[in-house]
């Protein structure tokens, strides 16, 4: 409407025409500034919403990276433990039976004699050695042999009580750590599990064959050490199969 009265030749004389023209030129000048400055803001708004988005998902890439670590590291941990607990079951356990190995039995006697002495109760120490296991390896192989070893170690395991210890000593021989117990009543038990192992049955041996155990049995004597009663034991055990086999032998 402005352009065109300032076209319009009747007001060309009018004394207001060129102040009129003046203001429009500085309105029109003022307009494309304004235009200028809002399309700048238009790129500046533009261009820190793209910076905020890829600031967004920078953030969150690495989010999910250590979340991925977290996981990882989880993960590590839970392999660390289990290898701990590997490593302790290995140290302490015989790999085959699966019964506490010569040195855990060492740690046990120890501490088993050490409460004897403190409660003056008995504590009865028992050596089991198969018989003839020489043979049964030589005769149905050492497959046979093991799983051999493996049933007797279940089985006299099975055999005692909760607190009592049972563990492999080396070999084809076992340590029995019988706490509060009589030295008779200790060798009755013994005598029942020579006849459990006496009857037991392997699919591994032929039909007939019978394996069989030997024990020497003593009480320890709570002013000696404990190693002086597991000697004992084994001077029993060899009177054991001196006498015969297949036998319990107590040295009191
Ligand atoms: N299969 C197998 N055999 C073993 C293992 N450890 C020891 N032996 C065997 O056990 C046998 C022990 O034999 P000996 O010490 O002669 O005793 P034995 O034949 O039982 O005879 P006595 O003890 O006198 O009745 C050896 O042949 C060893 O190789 C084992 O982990 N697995």
Redesign the pocket.
């Known amino acids: 409407m402005v352009e065109a009265l300032l076209a319009d030749s009747t007001y060309a004389g009018h004394p207001l025409h060129s102040a009129l023209a003046a203001l429009w030129e500085l309105y029109l000048t003022q307009a494309q500034r304004l235009d200028r400055i809002a399309r700048l803001s238009d790129r500046v708004q533009f261009s820190e919403r793209v910076h905020e988005r890829t600031r967004t998902e920078r953030f969150e890439k690495q989010l999910r990276q250590l979340e991925k670590m977290t996981r990882i590291s989880d993960r590590y941990q839970d392999m660390m433990h289990e290898l701990n607990s590997a490593l302790q079951q290995a140290s302490t356990h015989d790999a085959?039976t699966s019964l506490p190995n010569r040195r855990l039995l060492n740690d046990r006697l120890k501490q088993e004699a050490a409460r004897s002495k403190r409660l003056e109760t008995p504590l009865c120490i028992g050596l089991l050695?198969?018989?003839?296991?020489?043979?049964?390896?030589?005769t149905f192989g050492?497959?046979?042999?093991?799983e051999?070893?493996r049933t007797v170690a279940c089985a006299t395991r099975d055999s005692l009580r909760e607190y009592d210890l049972c563990g492999r000593w080396?070999?084809?021989e076992f340590l029995l750590l019988l706490p509060a117990i009589s030295l008779e009543d200790a060798e009755a038990t013994m005598q029942r599990l020579t006849e459990l192992l006496h009857g037991l049955r392997f699919d591994c041996l032929s039909e007939e064959y019978r394996i069989s155990a030997?024990i020497g049995l003593t009480a320890y004597r709570q002013d000696e050490r404990p190693e002086d009663a597991v000697a004992r034991a084994d001077a029993a055990l060899l009177e054991a199969?001196r006498g015969g086999?297949n036998r319990v032998t107590v040295a009191a």
């Open positions: 085959l050695d198969i018989d003839h296991f020489k043979q049964v390896n030589d050492h497959d046979a042999g093991d051999v070893l080396g070999g084809e030997s199969k086999r």
